[in-house]
């Protein structure tokens, strides 16, 4: 199993006692109420326990833990209709000026598969437009209220694959042009557009991805987390448990082999295989470990298995990873030749000339930081 940031023994009894049934889920429930201190649980949980209520609710469970948890439900599904009132605004907004979206993410998650607004807390909307479209669509959000950070440039649109806008109402949303960083301008997106299916939100018709790419977004974006992994895993349940049959395992194949992206399905769906063993067929856990990763999947998993702290390179390797994966399809020289554009903006610099300084300058606290975890103070 290759390094993956997975639910700790309490927290897979927390997943089981909210998305198992019967049995299974009231000894989850018993053993992971007997292992933790319920006021003094770790923010990471707090994800769960929306849906955790409906479980146990459903299950029978007299508790009276429970008034408490139906007060996570009603803060989930009160903030949760306000985002998603406001977002149905902007998606007719989006609509009428001729631009399809699809929702991502949590919005996505709570529409079409928990199918209700009170199971999975979400902070933002995340809403993915063509990228021939989205200067004109955060033009419309702008003009309707909406500020983005960062501002939307050229270079912004070429490197990034979404901005953050916020108005003074806390409301927030993510506009995207790609469904995941690692995408780049050549990457085929066609069949996310083609597979995705029609819902509405409060009048508002929009769409959804396909439960397979929906799968698939998920399962990449969870494997890149460091914390709070309890997420990634319930989405995760929760879609194959309401696509059942629907599941279209060889789609969700293809797009790990099209994209380059395997190694991060090979960590999560070997690890839903290993622990939710109904949950994925051993023939795609065994598929996926056939497929040949990319030459630059296998720079990225030697460059992972470094110690960070230790290494002379610092973060750079995972730099040109990131632009080597967001340049793919163009051309060597070309490449060769973006490559200065590409550090002024990641390093958030003002010009190609104050590039040697910088790396001078983080070589140089790099220098001082391997002495000391070799030597101490």
Request: aromatic fraction near 10%; charge should be positive.
């Amino acid at each position: 199993m290759e390094v993956l940031n997975r639910p700790s023994p309490i927290q897979e009894m927390l997943l089981r006692a909210s998305l198992l049934d019967g049995d299974d889920a009231l000894d989850s429930w018993r053993r992971w109420i007997e292992n933790v201190d319920f006021d003094k649980l770790p923010v990471s949980s707090f994800v769960l326990l929306p849906l955790l209520y409906d479980n146990l609710r459903q299950n029978g469970v007299k508790d009276p833990l429970l008034q408490k948890l139906k007060g996570w439900y009603t803060r989930t599904w009160f903030n949760n209709e306000t985002l998603l009132r406001r977002a149905a605004q902007y998606l007719n907004l989006l609509r009428d000026a001729g631009i399809e979206a699809i929702l991502l993410k949590g919005a996505s998650m709570t529409i079409a598969y928990y199918r209700d607004p009170g199971l999975r807390p979400m902070g933002d909307v995340d809403v993915l437009v063509r990228p021939d479209r989205i200067v004109e669509a955060a033009s419309l959000l702008r003009e309707s209220g909406l500020f983005p950070t960062p501002v939307l440039t050229d270079d912004v649109v070429r490197y990034m694959h979404s901005v953050h806008f916020a108005d003074g109402d806390l409301f927030t949303m993510d506009l995207h042009w790609r469904l995941l960083w690692e995408f780049g301008p050549f990457d085929p997106v066609e069949s996310f557009w083609h597979g995705r299916t029609e819902v509405e939100i409060h009048g508002a018709p929009t769409y959804v991805l396909n439960p397979a790419d929906q799968l698939f977004q998920i399962c990449v974006h969870g494997a890149r987390l460091r914390q709070a992994p309890l997420r990634w895993v319930a989405d995760a349940i929760t879609i194959l448990q309401t696509s059942g049959s629907d599941m279209d395992f060889d789609r969700l194949l293809r797009a790990a082999d099209l994209h380059r992206l395997i190694l991060p399905l090979r960590r999560t769906l070997g690890y839903l295989g290993e622990v939710w063993p109904t949950a994925i067929p051993e023939t795609v856990v065994a598929e996926l470990h056939n497929l040949q990763l990319s030459r630059l999947e296998g720079i990225q998993r030697r460059y992972e298995a470094i110690d960070h702290t230790r290494s002379m390179l610092g973060k750079l390797p995972r730099v040109l990873v990131r632009y080597l994966r967001i340049t793919r399809g163009v051309a060597f020289t070309r490449r060769l030749l973006e490559l200065p554009r590409f550090l002024v903006f990641d390093g958030k610099l003002q010009h190609v000339r104050e590039i040697p300084r910088e790396v001078f300058g983080k070589a140089k606290r790099r220098v001082g930081t391997v002495v000391k975890s070799f030597f101490g103070r």
